[in-house]
């Protein structure tokens, strides 16, 4: 019996893929927040504003105030390191994951709430699967409440790709293959060396906006393959996040998404080996958000088809199509209006 313990089970690996690499990227999440300190006083960057629209003298105000303090970013950074050592040194333990990922849960709303932006993509996963692992924490088996968190973080991983491409179909800019050229434009994402290098080849980055919604929308279909070929494709997604944070220099967007793939593999084994749990949950879910997201872009056309006419018409404007989209405009005569220079 003592053997078996130290032989870790499949639900063991799948949460320690999943811990690991969030306690590596909060790790440098907070390494970043302590060497920028200086961003956090009351009148640069990242100042707090938490207090800006509550009513003075209440006791919500005193709170806020503390919270937008200077120091208080400091101060949740720290204790975030002790989160992510818990995580990353608690390989296999149940208790320090779910006190890590507490840690690392309530210090990171408390950012958000004292400064909601300067945020992306992997910290809005970060904080989701921690918030899971704390809220299935409640669950008194412990078997139990391991599965729960596995399939919640499962169907927030496929639903954030999938939902996510589906946008991107209906984005201009997307569509035209000129995302990610303008999105290394910014100076917070197209200075490093491999930003440049990739602005030099515009053919590569259109073909590379193309094929990421196409992708995206795809991801579900990574249950209905072999083990071996999803495994595969699992590793592809990690060499996409990997090229996106070397080229816009977010070294924390590699551990956040990858994290959440330990708990896709897990459910794609388990599915192909016959083990099958609560799956027809998962499947509920999908098609529930594929009718919402059918419905949405059904609305979404007709709404633009009666706003393109009312413009036509009781504006008084017209449309002229061009190559990357349309320009509303309205047709005056000229006016000459004669002034005396006496």
């Known amino acids: 019996n003592a053997a078996k313990r130290l032989i870790p089970t499949d639900r063991q690996r799948a949460l320690n893929m999943i811990m690991i690499p969030i306690g590596i990227g909060q790790t440098l999440a907070a390494a970043e927040s302590l060497s920028i300190r200086n961003l956090y006083r009351p009148n640069d960057l990242l100042r707090g504003i938490s207090s800006e629209n509550v009513s003075l003298g209440t006791i919500k105000y005193k709170i806020f105030r503390l919270l937008d303090s200077p120091k208080t970013p400091t101060i949740v950074a720290t204790l975030n390191l002790f989160g992510a050592a818990a995580l990353i040194f608690g390989s296999g333990n149940r208790k320090n994951q779910i006190v890590g990922s507490s840690i690392i849960a309530i210090g990171n709303r408390l950012n958000e709430i004292r400064t ?16 899971y692992r704390l809220l299935t924490a409640f669950i008194p088996d412990a078997n139990r409440s391991d ?74 279909l990574i249950y209905m ?74 609305y979404g056309a ?15 404007t017209s449309l002229l199509e061009l190559e990357d989209g349309s320009v509303e405009y309205h047709w005056r005569k000229p006016t000459l209006n004669y002034v005396n220079p006496d």
């Open 147 to 220: 599965e729960v968190f596995l399939r919640a973080v499962n169907i927030q991983a496929w639903m954030s790709y999938f939902v996510s491409g589906v946008s991107k179909l209906f984005g201009p800019s997307w569509l035209r293959g000129t995302a990610l050229s303008q999105v290394l434009e910014t100076q917070s994402y197209g200075n490093g060396p491999l930003a440049c290098k990739l602005k030099e080849r515009p053919r590569l980055m259109r073909i590379i906006t193309l094929f990421t919604p196409v992708w995206e929308v795809s991801f579900p």
């Open 302 to 316: 007709q709404q633009r088809q009666i706003d393109i006419e009312r413009r036509k018409g009781i504006k008084g």
């Open 116 to 131: 909601p932006y300067g945020r992306d993509g992997a910290d809005q996963m970060t904080s989701v699967i921690t918030q």
């Open 225 to 298: 393959l072999p083990v071996p070929h999803s495994r595969l494709a699992l590793d592809a997604v990690k060499i996409f996040h990997l090229g996106i944070a070397a080229v816009m220099e977010l070294p924390r967007f590699f551990w956040g998404f990858s994290a959440a793939h330990g708990a896709i593999q897990y459910v794609s084994d388990r599915n192909a080996n016959g083990q099958k749990t609560i799956d027809t949950f998962e499947q509920s879910v999908f098609v529930a958000i594929l009718c919402s997201m059918i419905a949405s872009v059904v």
